[in-house]
């Protein structure tokens, strides 16, 4: 989702399209309404709006634009470059999806590197499992992450962690220079956008040569992976699976719906050892190893969201494509979005 705009109107439709609505172009079945919109093109022949109660901070940085919004069916927003990156409401099933498959799936997952995530959700839910010892989260957007330090109370708490380290660098940069190893890499960035640099975070040759070379032996990589609807799965989801397939063994792709989005999102996690753990045994782990209640995710969550629908695994299957810089594939929209 991409390109975004903000109306306001107010008074009676005539039904000359002047009076309600987003853009000016809006109706109401009762003749009157009173409100601003936000609105995100999805796709060329359709939009996603919804009201709001307030717009409460825009802000601009070198590489984006930031804005937090009130919504009125899902909270704050936050907003960058136009595009819808998480709402208060249900981005819990965005991070808990991103982050805890991983980590129970991993038999002592003590280090972690976030590549993104600046707004501090993903480092927040990592920070829950009593094994992570230490959490490097690396953004290339330091005005984004203070943003979010300022205004996202509920990761206040994360970003005070003593276990949570912070850079601001470029991911692949950082991972290039670092020599240190990690149980986990999660890949918390914004979606690859034609136009942004952060789809060369998402190619064959950077798992092969950057990301997989940090792992321990043990280590597993998750990234997510952009919409995964039954239409939408095929602009980026099927060939990020397909290759992450090309550089680890085993590879699991799973997905959720997320209101907010309007849409079902998706998430890869990839390892060079198996995942085996059952239903009951993701229970267990959940007990033992997370501090406090998962809003979403439990075991029987995570088999239903890894058991795909016939026409995505079919597509998945064939998928042929793999992600490289001279032929990366990219979600509708444009812009200079990086990492989250």
Known sequence: MNSSTISCSNGNNNGNGNGNGVDGKGYSLNGYRKSCWYEEEIEEDLRWCFALNSILHTGHSQFQDIALLDTKPFGKALVIDGKLQSAETDEFIYHECLVHPALLHHPNPKT???????????????????????????????EVVEFCKSYLLVNREAFCD???????????????????????????????????????????????????????????????????????????????????????KYVVPYSA?????????????????????????????????????????DGKTFSSSSTLSKAVRKSLVNETNVYTEGTAKFIYGYGSADQK
């Open 112 to 142: 972690i590197f976030i590549m993104g995530g600046g707004e501090g959700s993903t480092a927040r839910e990592l920070l829950r499992h009593k094994a992570v010892e230490k959490v490097v989260m690396c953004d290339i957007d330091e």
């Open 162 to 248: 003593q276990r949570l380290e912070l850079v601001i660098n470029d991911a692949r940069a950082e991972l290039e220079h670092r020599e240190k190893l990690y149980d986990v890499i999660v890949g918390d960035l914004a979606d690859p956008i034609e136009g942004g640099p952060c789809y060369k975070l998402y190619t064959k040759s950077f798992y092969e040569l950057i990301v997989k070379p940090r792992l321990n032996p043990d280590g597993i990589f998750v990234t997510q992976a952009g919409p995964a609807g039954i239409f939408s799965h095929t602009e980026v989801f099927s060939c990020i699976y397909n290759t992450l397939r090309q550089v680890f």
């Open 257 to 297: 719906h997320i209101p907010s989005y309007a849409d079902t999102w998706g998430w890869v996690m990839a390892s060079d050892k198996p995942f085996v753990l059952s239903a009951d045994e993701l229970d267990t782990r959940i007990k033992q190893r997370i501090k406090g209640e998962n809003r979403y995710l």
